[in-house]
């Protein structure tokens, strides 16, 4: 079976931390890319990091550049996302996806996580 689990989600305080992860199996995830995906209420996904196979390319949003760190380890088939000085605008859930070649857009992206959910408070 393919699939990807995330934790580490939970409620903290604006301009705290959080490190989310995200376990693969049943993939070839060494020549995959992986992203970070967040839904915040009654918008679409938005992509807020992705790192490619072996990570040489990695992407973050603008709202998220300078706060967010993500990094991947091939040889434990995981993926993370540092969360750092966050707004109550972090506020979402949040997916780990992975994608046959390098993107930073859902579209592409085949495989999803069921999301973790992160709530800022102020």
């Known amino acids: 079976q393919r699939q990807l689990v995330e934790s580490g989600g939970e409620l903290v305080q604006a301009g705290g931390s959080l490190r989310l992860a995200c376990q693969a199996s049943?993939?070839?995830?060494?020549?995959?890319?992986m992203g970070w995906f967040r839904r915040a209420p009654g918008k679409g996904r938005e992509c807020v990091a992705s790192?490619?196979?072996?990570?040489?390319?990695?992407y973050y949003a603008e709202s998220v550049k300078g706060r967010f760190t993500v990094a991947r380890d091939n040889d434990k088939n995981t993926t993370h996302l540092q969360m750092d000085s966050l707004k109550l605008e972090d506020t979402a859930v949040y997916f780990c996806?992975?994608?046959?070649?390098?993107?930073?857009?859902?579209?592409?992206?085949?495989?999803w996580g069921q999301g973790t959910q992160v709530t800022v408070s102020s």
């Open positions: 996806a992975s994608s046959f070649t390098w993107a930073t857009t859902p579209g592409p992206y085949d495989m």
């Open positions: 790192i490619s196979e072996s990570g040489g390319r990695i």
């Open positions: 049943g993939l070839a995830f060494r020549s995959r890319t």
